[in-house]
Each structure stands twice: as structure tokens, then as C-alpha cells.
């Protein structure tokens, strides 16, 4: 199984900039379908964006679409999410997941679908 450790969160301000980080670890990057997610306090974790390993199909959920990108590095076995135009209710806790079952040009928007996660890290946007 994968292991996944996230980085780059941070307290910036509305309107800010932010790239997050996933390092995978333990198993071939190259054929997994990649997601982030993300957790505000008290609330359900929620999709966020997601890569297909084939045809590098990117989603996004409608409250981002415009102002994220996902990307992935499978020389660097890397997954990104570079974050613009912050806003406050974009606060929460960032988690990257990889599914292993995934077809080459399809991923998941679905919690249960991915069977290894991060530890998460904190992303605050102050107003």
C-alpha cells in the first residue's frame, strides 16, 4: 500500500496563494488515480480535485474550479495542488488519497474509493 505525506499548508490571507505537496512512498506512483481532499472543522471530509494515472484527467469540485489545480509528478512520485485566490471558507484540513483500482482515465470523487490517505495538513485563510 502507499504511504502518503502531505505538506505546504500554512495561515495566509484571502486572496493568497498557496501549493500543497504529496510525497508517495511504498508502491509503482505511476498507475494510481490521485485526489485531495479536504475537512473543515465539524463538517464531512469533501472533494476537492482529483487525476486520472493514464490520461491525466483532472475534476474539481465547483467551489474551486477556477482558482485550483492538480497536478502530478510521477518521476517525483509527487502529487500537487496549487491553490489561488483563497478564501476563507477554503480553511480546513487538506488530505491527498490514492486509489489503486482506478481505470487509467477515470478517478473518483468519492470518499470510499481511495483506500490510503495522508495525515492531512492545515490550510487557514484569514479575511
Known amino acids: 500500500q502507499v504511504q502518503l505525506v502531505e505538506s505546504g499548508g500554512g495561515l495566509v490571507q484571502a486572496g493568497d496563494s498557496l501549493r500543497l505537496s504529496c510525497a508517495a512512498s511504498?508502491?509503482?506512483?505511476?498507475?494510481?488515480?490521485l485526489a485531495w481532499f479536504r475537512q473543515a472543522p465539524g463538517k464531512e471530509r469533501t472533494f476537492v480535485a482529483a487525476?486520472?494515472?493514464?490520461?491525466?484527467?483532472?475534476t474539481y469540485a465547483d467551489s474551486v474550479k477556477g482558482r485550483f489545480a492538480i497536478s502530478r509528478d510521477n518521476a517525483k512520485n509527487t502529487l500537487y495542488l496549487r491553490m489561488t485566490s483563497l478564501k476563507p471558507e477554503d480553511t480546513a484540513v487538506y488530505y491527498c488519497?490514492?486509489?489503486?483500482?482506478?481505470?487509467?482515465?477515470?478517478?473518483?470523487?468519492?470518499?470510499?474509493?481511495?483506500?490510503?490517505w495522508g495525515q492531512g495538513t492545515q490550510v487557514t485563510v484569514s479575511s
Open positions: 487525476i486520472s494515472w493514464g490520461t491525466y484527467e483532472r
Open positions: 511504498g508502491r509503482t506512483f505511476s498507475d494510481l488515480a
Open positions: 488519497a490514492a486509489d489503486q483500482n482506478a481505470p487509467s482515465d477515470k478517478s473518483s470523487e468519492t470518499v470510499d474509493e481511495y483506500g490510503s
